[in-house]
């Protein structure tokens, strides 16, 4: 069981504790799911505006997703929307730190509590982060993470398990330790992403993850989701997998970089907002920002696409997350369960968001860009949508 498991002593780190290891973040949280009981009759609540897999998962063990429509300072949940949403059939809740930003995770988890109803911390944007001074993962029952590209730190596609419920560490563990290693193809194809991702800079950035995009819906290489999790529910042969050693050993090199890497994300985050916020465009409150990763800053333009081609050309490394509510599948969401009219703000966002690097030693250059093309960002109230801070 050694293998599937990271002692927190082995990153010298009291911020977390042990975390199961799997394959992806989404099979983490499977395995929670699985433990919990979910099944036909429960159902699952989440924002209306995340990742596909997280559905998916739920999908795979039968139950039935339920979306709550978000706030656009935030992009977390309503919780007016949550508490007249929530019936007896609802086991569990998901709190997801959308781009790094953990919002209400305290009065979620205590009405949760007051039900009987389990919470999940989706913390794949929000590793070692913190949430009213205390680590993502610790408020909730369990917590899952994700050491994707592009997320906190990287592995190429690496997944995590918190489990604070103690009766829950048991059924986990099993499911845990039954997992096979993923191929040695698998391990040899990570190894070698991991060993081509320090060539990206912003002159490649653009034609990489269009490539890698690519190859992976066609499942040419290891990727985030494979095509079958972007067109269907049906739940793919190779997904319940355990973590590899490849994945293991950078994990452990990695997290220990990864203090420094977030105090420079934050640093930028704020940079971003003082900017903002003097030119009266929308930006991350600064009230939030102590419970705010910043693992992307979130900014909402008129003309999305418009911008990122701009960006291309200035050779702005800006990400596109999250594209559509239930990211990155776009059109017809019925398969999931989502009926797009009844989560307007997840809309509206989905079809106006792009996110400014907030890892970059030159935060300088994504300033010019943005004051050259802020004619296309909305104001404060994006659009009379919110009221004037």
């Known amino acids: 069981m050694k293998h599937n498991i990271i002692k927190k002593n082995e990153v010298n780190s009291e911020f977390f504790g042990d975390v199961y290891t799997f394959f992806k973040g989404r099979v983490a949280l499977y395995a929670i799911l ?45 919780l007016d929307e949550l508490r007249k949403n929530l019936l007896s059939s609802t086991r569990v809740v998901l709190c997801q730190n959308t781009y790094g930003l953990s919002a209400h995770v305290d009065e979620i988890v205590l009405f949760c509590r007051s039900r009987g109803i389990k919470t999940i911390e989706d913390c794949t944007h929000g590793f ?33 398990a918190l489990v604070n419920d ?29 060993r081509v991702r320090p060539l990206i800079n912003s002159a ?8 890698y995009r690519y190859l992976s819906k066609k499942n040419l290489v290891t990727g985030s989701s494979s095509g079958e999790e972007l067109k269907g ?26 203090p420094e890497v977030n ?18 465009l929308n930006h991350v409150a600064p009230e939030l920002h102590p419970d705010h990763l910043f693992l992307k ?63 970059t030693k030159k935060p300088e250059r994504v300033l010019e860009f943005v004051e050259k093309n802020r004619d296309l960002i909305f104001d404060v109230t994006l659009g009379g949508r919110l009221p004037r801070r």
């Open 34 to 78: 699985k433990a919990i009981g979910i099944d036909p009759s429960c159902e699952v609540a989440m924002p209306a505006y995340t990742c596909v897999v997280v559905p998916n998962a739920v999908l795979y063990l039968g139950g039935k997703p339920i979306y709550i429509d978000i706030d656009l300072e935030t992009f977390s949940v309503k």
């Open 128 to 160: 070692y982060g913190t949430y009213k001074g205390k680590p993502n993962g610790s408020w909730c029952d369990a917590a899952f993470y994700s050491s994707q590209w592009n997320k906190p730190f990287s592995t190429g596609v690496g997944g995590y």
């Open 166 to 194: 103690k009766g829950l560490e048991p059924k986990v563990t099993e499911f845990c330790a039954s997992l096979p290693q993923p191929s040695a193809r698998t391990q040899i194809m990570l190894w070698t992403l991991l």
């Open 204 to 211: 490649t950035y653009y034609s990489f993850v269009k490539a």
């Open 233 to 258: 529910i049906e739940m793919p042969n190779d997904y319940l997998l355990g973590m590899s050693g490849v994945q293991k050993r950078a994990a452990v090199r990695a997290l220990k970089k990864l």
């Open 263 to 280: 105090a420079l994300r934050k640093a930028n985050g704020a940079l971003y907002t003082e900017y903002l916020a003097e030119r009266g």
């Open 297 to 359: 800053y979130p900014l909402l333009v008129h003309d999305r696409d418009g911008f990122m081609r701009k960006a291309e050309e200035a050779r702005i490394p800006l990400g596109d997350w999250f594209r559509s509510p239930l990211h990155p599948v776009e059109g017809d969401l019925s398969k999931w369960g989502f009926e797009t009219e009844r989560y307007p703000n997840a809309v509206f966002a989905a079809a106006h968001v792009v996110n400014l690097p907030t890892d």
